[in-house]
């Protein structure tokens, strides 16, 4: 019984946090405030491995893990409160105080506010604890009770409205948040992409294989893969957004809404995004079609100048609705490559899950120096004065793409027939281009594959080797060169500080 009342007392304290939070700010309810402030913690070793095991499931592996030991612990505290009036109490308000620090201490957080969810949940839990654990000590009031029974009727009618009391303030918590959240659904179903004033140049014939197995040359929006801190995916409202331009060398400030952005010239790209955090031959590639504001327009519009103009300020950060900061080389920005401010991605307003209303995608640049999602601040300032999200977490200030390439098919340990077997993949190298693929078989000579014809430099290209496969068990390696004649190193390096390189192989039996 003392297990059950701690369990129930955990439930209170969470569910009171979720009105609480709601009116505060919704990413502090506790869960989610320990988990971002663990995150954040994260040294990139674990962030990687996490990334390797769990994949884009890492953080509902982090949810569960809170929610498991919580419930261990209000089991504990239970258990403890009936043998220590009030240590169990005390251990309650304890997790407040450590759930409150950590929300205020999240980027996003908009001040000690943040603290109160946590705080005004563990006051609740801890009450709801000493309340029924008194239930459990005292004898009933019924007749025939003797000295040692517990107060059955009292600790029952006490634990039914504790838990119909928490189940309420949870669904108000609730209900008061998806309020919000169905105003940006409908701020998002509301918007109608403008046709681009300089649209995306035809994807030539040709540069779509159609080999089964091969990642297609468009990924559609629900494929792309995802990479972000964020435990719940912002649902930012697009008509009270607003996005600041301001900083170093900015002698116009802006601040711009959704319909402002709409309202300019759109140009539309076919843009290959890249994660720092994918392993030679992972998943976290993607290539879309993009709509947005030339974002060196802007900036110049702003008074901005690149360094080698004369500009103050050689970075830009990006600042999100949900605390991440993304900082980017000006001078890259404003060489003249198609760097957007997307709003819009193959065609659709951008999906929620990447970046609504709007975001950053440059051409060359991994996701975590470039491409801020649910950007609301864009600050001009220098690599000396500040160090982005990542940079103070050790990776590379700087970070363009490295040239890779990847056998999409066959898959590895698949077991093909022997004789012609198709094999073909993708490779990338943005804002330099994919020059030629080559393949090896064993320890063999490197063969020219077949690139598929080339859409951009800032776009990969596809690739495809017709192998004559002998019987037994094969090594195929592939390896890219790009536009400057470099071809792909072999030397294998880790993801971190600033992107993994090496060959990608595949082994394969043919039968
Ligand atoms: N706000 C925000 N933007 C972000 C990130 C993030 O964690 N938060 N992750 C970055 C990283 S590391 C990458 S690789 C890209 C991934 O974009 P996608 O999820 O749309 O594929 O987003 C970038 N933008
Ligand atoms: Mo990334």
Same mark, same amino acid.
């Given at each position: ?5 701690g ?30 402030a ?31 030991v ?20 005390? !251990?309650?308000?304890l ?17 000690p ?15 709801v ?14 007749h ?19 838990a ?5 303030a ?36 040709g ?13 559609p929006?629900? #494929? ?34 959704? #319909? ?9 790209? =076919? ?26 327009d802007?900036?110049a ?38 760097a957007?401010?997307?709003? !819009? ?25 470039s491409?801020?999602? &649910? ?14 999200? &990542?940079?103070?977490? =050790? ?66 290209r596809? &690739?495809?080797?017709? &192998? ?44």
């Amino acid at each position: 019984m003392g297990a059950l009342s701690g369990v129930l007392a955990g439930f209170s304290a969470l569910a009171v946090a979720e009105p609480v939070a709601a009116l505060v700010n919704p990413q502090a309810r506790p869960v989610l405030a320990v988990g971002g402030a663990a995150i954040d913690r994260t040294p990139a070793a674990v962030k990687d491995w996490a990334i390797r095991e769990f994949g884009t499931d890492d953080k509902l592996v982090l949810r569960l893990g809170i929610l498991a030991v919580l419930t261990l612990s209000a089991l504990a505290l239970g258990i403890l409160e009936l043998r220590f009036r009030r240590s169990g109490a005390a !251990g309650v308000l304890l997790f407040g105080v450590v759930g409150g620090a950590a929300a205020v201490s999240r980027p996003d957080a908009a001040g000690p506010v943040d603290a109160l969810p946590s705080l005004v949940g563990a006051v609740a839990g801890a009450a709801v604890l000493s309340l029924l654990a008194r239930r459990l000590r005292s004898p009933g009031a019924d007749h025939g009770s003797r000295p040692g029974d517990w107060d059955r009727r009292g600790f029952l009618l006490a634990a039914t409205a504790a838990a119909a009391a928490s189940a309420g303030a949870g669904a108000l918590g609730r209900a008061l948040r998806g309020a919000g959240s169905r105003d940006a659904v409908a701020s998002r179903d509301a918007v109608v992409l403008p046709a681009p004033a300089s649209p995306a140049p035809a994807i030539p014939k040709g540069a779509r294989l159609r080999i089964p197995g091969i990642s297609p040359f468009t990924t559609p929006n629900d #494929d792309f893969y995802r990479v972000d801190t964020a435990l719940t995916v912002p649902r930012v409202n697009a008509t009270a957004w607003r996005l600041r331009i301001h900083g170093e060398g900015v002698t116009r400030p802006a601040t711009l809404s959704y #319909d402002d952005l709409l309202r300019r010239d759109l140009i539309e790209r =076919d843009i290959t995004l890249t994660c720092v955090s994918n392993e030679v031959g992972g998943p976290y590639a993607g290539n879309a079609r993009w709509l947005g504001v030339r974002l060196s327009d802007l900036l110049a519009e702003c008074g901005v100048a690149p360094p080698s103009r004369g500009g103050p300020a050689d970075q830009l950060v990006a600042r999100s609705v949900d605390g991440m900061t993304i900082g980017s080389p000006v001078e890259d920005l404003m060489d003249g490559r198609d760097a957007l401010l997307a709003l !819009g991605m193959n065609g659709r307003p951008l999906p929620f899950d990447h970046g609504f209303p709007a975001r950053m995608v440059v051409p060359g640049l991994y996701g975590y120096v470039s491409a801020c999602k &649910w950007i609301e601040d864009i600050e001009l300032t220098t690599f000396d004065a500040y160090d982005a999200y &990542w940079v103070k977490r =050790d990776w590379a200030r700087e970070a363009p793409v490295k040239t890779q390439s990847r056998i999409d098919t066959p898959k590895p340990f698949a077991r093909p027939k022997a004789g012609l077997v198709m094999v073909a993949g993708v490779a990338w190298a943005q804002h330099r281009g994919i020059d030629g693929v080559e393949v090896r078989v064993d320890d063999g000579p490197w063969r020219r594959a077949r690139p598929a014809a080339e859409d951009s430099r800032d776009t990969w290209r596809q &690739w495809s080797y017709a &192998w004559q496969a002998p019987k037994g068990t094969h090594t195929l390696t592939v390896r890219a060169t790009d536009r400057t004649g470099e071809t792909q190193t072999e030397r294998r390096t880790r993801t971190a500080p600033d992107g993994a390189s090496g060959w990608h192989s595949v082994v394969v039996t043919v039968e």
